[in-house]
T-cell receptor, first 112, second 113 residues
Framework: DAKTTQPTSMDCAEGRAANLPCNHS???????VYWYRQIHSQGPQYIIH???NNETNEMASLIITEDRKSSTLILPHATLRDTAVYYC?????????????FGGGTRLMVKP | GAGVSQSPRYKVAKRGQDVALRCDPI?????LFWYQQALGQGPEFLTY????????KSGLPSDRFFAERPEGSVSTLKIQRTQQEDSAVYLC???????????FGSGTRLTVV
């Protein structure tokens, strides 16, 4: 799986948009970008994934650059409950046996 | 159940003791994964089951670690002769075949003293 690079930590004011970047310059054509987050004392939680088009769901938006070498996860109106470690992962989609390879992630602190 | 259930939530073991950690996946989820998460780090893959078949155990750190899923539902991760370096949170995840996102349990925090 391609390697990802994320900032170690970020702060965001409550109510503002949180933009979390991820670099994945070695991503291959069949690899998707996945985002998970892990709130303290819980297991990771799936947020969103995409291949090359921008994606949006009830939790977040995912913006992938045209060359697919980087992406940004956007939480449009961050709340205190969004404080967590956010992991960007690239992997092929269509293989049920594909494990997730987690890096260090970005520790997002949402402040009042 | 509604989610992946893991038990116990916390386990303290004396060095050299054997432990067994249980994972109850979501009903119908054929894929099941175990991960190990050391303090301050991301989870690391241990092993993968598809139904009762253990298809990948490349992440198990030593032969003291053993996992099983005999009936294709509940899984047990067993650690024999625990060492201090085994102290970590052990996470279980499950998914449908070809599932997009995995559902994780809250984990078992193992402390070896």
């Amino acid at each position: 799986d391609a390697k990802t690079t994320q900032p170690t930590s970020m702060d965001c004011a409550e109510g503002r948009a949180a933009n979390l970047p991820c670099n994945h310059s070695t991503i291959s054509g069949n690899e998707y970008v996945y985002w998970y987050r892990q709130i303290h004392s819980q297991g990771p939680q799936y947020i969103i994934h995409g291949l090359k088009n921008n994606e949006t769901n009830e939790m977040a938006s995912l913006i992938i650059t045209e060359d697919r070498k980087s992406s940004t996860l956007i939480l449009p109106h961050a709340t205190l409950r969004d404080t967590a470690v956010y992991y960007c992962i690239v992997r092929p989609r269509d293989n049920a046996g594909n494990m997730l390879t987690f890096g260090g992630g970005t520790r997002l602190m949402v402040k009042p | 159940g509604a989610g992946v259930s893991q038990s116990p939530r916390y386990k303290v073991a004396k060095r050299g003791q054997d432990v067994a950690l249980r994972c109850d996946p979501i009903s119908g989820h054929v894929s099941l994964f175990w991960y190990q998460q050391a303090l301050g780090q991301g989870p690391e893959f241990l092993t993968y089951f598809q139904n009762e078949a253990q298809l990948d155990k490349s992440g198990l750190p030593s032969d003291r670690f053993f996992a099983e899923r005999p009936e294709g539902s509940v899984s047990t991760l067993k650690i024999q002769r625990t060492q201090q370096e085994d102290s970590a949170v052990y996470l279980c995840a499950s998914s449908l075949p070809g599932g997009v996102g995995y559902t994780f349990g809250s984990g078992t925090r193992l402390t070896v003293v």
